[in-house]
């Protein structure tokens, strides 16, 4: 017998999510972006959600190859670009696109001698401070590009640090506008600018190519939750109850003996932990649906179990159905009482979860 816990993948919501993405941003080319095996969703199984995508962007050279493998014929893009000049032959050679977003990786292009054609993507660092070139040393950069033989197109592309928020006193995201549009000015080449958030949020901005992640997975990228956006949850995770203990007030669950009873209850225990992906940083109270009712996890979650009160659920036992997170019980909630965020839970999910493709 496996362990009870399966994570179901919907492609249906994988398509509709895309479609949702396109329906905010009509004139723009959209990349499905699948880094991180499409955020915990399988990178073969997102590459078929994701058909009527134009591209698909990753960060991962190997996946990126993989994909080529696996069929995909329209672009592909590496998000962060090449890490070293052996990566440069084998983007050649399976007509990946990348990111450019330093000196040293022009230098390493201006030493690379191809017949292929290869597509560019110079980044700017527009005030989020990660990756790329400075306003000011943008247009500098651009025309080296150019200069470049094998270089056949150049895309302008940013990163938004508060799509979401948009007027957060850290960044406004009018300011990184602006930056881009005065490190760009002049310059005729097609611009990149949306993730999720950009996407859902500022069709204002969404010009010649968005870039959809989160959002494609049914997950929330801020500024609203999944649902209120239409979008619908790709990754459903079950288990099952495995255990049932009835304690007395005073009596403690799991290590550490986080949680202490105040009175007579029900404890179920749950085939999933955070060798799962479940985050042990879940506090008691943590939403968890078992048998179609919601309640809490109860004490530390450990690697393989975790604990919930079943204390109002007097139905539930041994083979019981929970829902840790997924149709019924939005990632989003369950992240935000772990305080952290759906994006990091779904990565999580680990190799030894079983996973069922459904419609
Ligand atoms: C991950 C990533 C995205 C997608 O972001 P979401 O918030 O998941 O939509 C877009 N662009 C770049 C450069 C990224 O690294």
């Given at each position: 017998?496996?362990?009870?816990?399966?994570?179901?993948?919907?492609?249906?919501?994988?398509?509709?999510?895309?479609?949702?993405?396109?329906?905010?941003?009509?004139?723009?080319?959209?990349?499905?972006?699948?880094?991180?095996?499409?955020?915990?969703?399988?990178?073969?199984?997102?590459?078929?959600?994701?058909?009527?995508?134009?591209?698909?962007?990753?960060?991962?050279?190997?996946?990126?190859?993989?994909?080529?493998?696996?069929?995909?014929?329209?672009?592909?893009?590496?998000?962060?670009?090449?890490?070293?000049?052996?990566?440069?032959?084998?983007?050649?050679?399976?007509?990946?696109?990348?990111?450019?977003?330093?000196?040293?990786?022009?230098?390493?292009?201006?030493?690379?001698?191809?017949?292929?054609?290869?597509?560019?993507?110079?980044?700017?660092?527009?005030?989020?401070?990660?990756?790329?070139?400075?306003?000011?040393?943008?247009?500098?950069?651009?025309?080296?590009?150019?200069?470049?033989?094998?270089?056949?197109?150049?895309?302008?592309?940013?990163?938004?640090?508060?799509?979401?928020?948009?007027?957060?006193?850290?960044?406004?995201?009018?300011?990184?506008?602006?930056?881009?549009?005065?490190?760009?000015?002049?310059?005729?080449?097609?611009?990149?600018?949306?993730?999720?958030?950009?996407?859902?949020?500022?069709?204002?901005?969404a010009f010649d190519w968005v870039r959809p992640g989160i959002m494609l997975y049914g997950g929330t990228p801020?500024?609203?939750?999944?649902?209120?956006?239409?979008?619908?949850?790709?990754?459903?995770?079950?288990?099952?109850?495995?255990?049932?203990?009835?304690?007395?007030?005073?009596?403690?669950?799991?290590?550490?003996?986080?949680?202490?009873?105040?009175?007579?209850?029900?404890?179920?225990?749950?085939?999933?932990?955070?060798?799962?992906?479940?985050?042990?940083?879940?506090?008691?109270?943590?939403?968890?649906?078992?048998?179609?009712?919601?309640?809490?996890?109860?004490?530390?979650?450990?690697?393989?179990?975790?604990?919930?009160?079943?204390?109002?659920?007097?139905?539930?036992?041994?083979?019981?159905?929970?829902?840790?997170?997924?149709?019924?019980?939005?990632?989003?909630?369950?992240?935000?009482?772990?305080?952290?965020?759906?994006?990091?839970?779904?990565?999580?999910?680990?190799?030894?979860?079983?996973?069922?493709?459904?419609?």
């Open positions: 017998m496996p362990r009870p816990i399966v994570a179901s993948i919907s492609i249906s919501a994988l398509q509709h999510n895309l479609a949702v993405a396109r329906a905010h941003a009509p004139n723009a080319r959209a990349w499905g972006v699948v880094k991180a095996n499409a955020y915990g969703h399988g990178l073969e199984r997102a590459m078929r959600g994701f058909a009527a995508a134009d591209g698909l962007a990753l960060i991962e050279v190997d996946y990126a190859v993989r994909l080529r493998e696996l069929g995909w014929t329209k672009p592909i893009l590496l998000l962060e670009g090449f890490f070293d000049a052996a990566d440069l032959p084998l983007l050649a050679a399976h007509d990946i696109q990348f990111a450019v977003h330093c000196e040293e990786q022009i230098a390493l292009l201006e030493g690379f001698e191809t017949k292929a054609g290869l597509h560019a993507h110079l980044k700017m660092n527009s005030g989020m401070n990660r990756l790329g070139f400075k306003p000011e040393a943008y247009r500098a950069a651009f025309e080296r590009l150019g200069r470049i033989a094998s270089i056949r197109s150049v895309t302008m592309m940013t990163h938004f640090a508060n799509a979401d928020d948009a007027g957060n006193p850290g960044l406004a995201l009018e300011e990184q506008v602006k930056r881009f549009n005065a490190g760009t000015a002049g310059l005729d080449a097609p611009r990149s600018l949306c993730n999720s958030a950009g996407d859902l949020l500022h069709a204002e901005l801020g500024g609203g939750s999944a649902a209120d956006f239409g979008l619908r949850p790709a990754m459903t995770l079950e288990s099952e109850i495995i255990g049932v203990q009835d304690i007395a007030p005073g009596e403690a669950v799991g290590y550490g003996s986080r949680f202490v009873a105040d009175k007579p209850m029900k404890v179920g225990v749950v085939a999933c932990g955070y060798a799962d992906g479940y985050p042990r940083h879940a506090p008691n109270g943590t939403p968890v649906v078992v048998d179609g009712v919601k309640t809490g996890t109860v004490g530390r979650v450990s690697m393989d179990m975790l604990a919930v009160d079943l204390t109002h659920i007097p139905g539930a036992r041994v083979g019981s159905r929970v829902l840790l997170w997924g149709e019924g019980l939005p990632v989003d909630e369950v992240a935000f009482a772990a305080g952290t965020i759906g994006y990091e839970l779904m990565c999580a999910l680990a190799p030894r979860v079983a996973v069922r493709e459904v419609a």
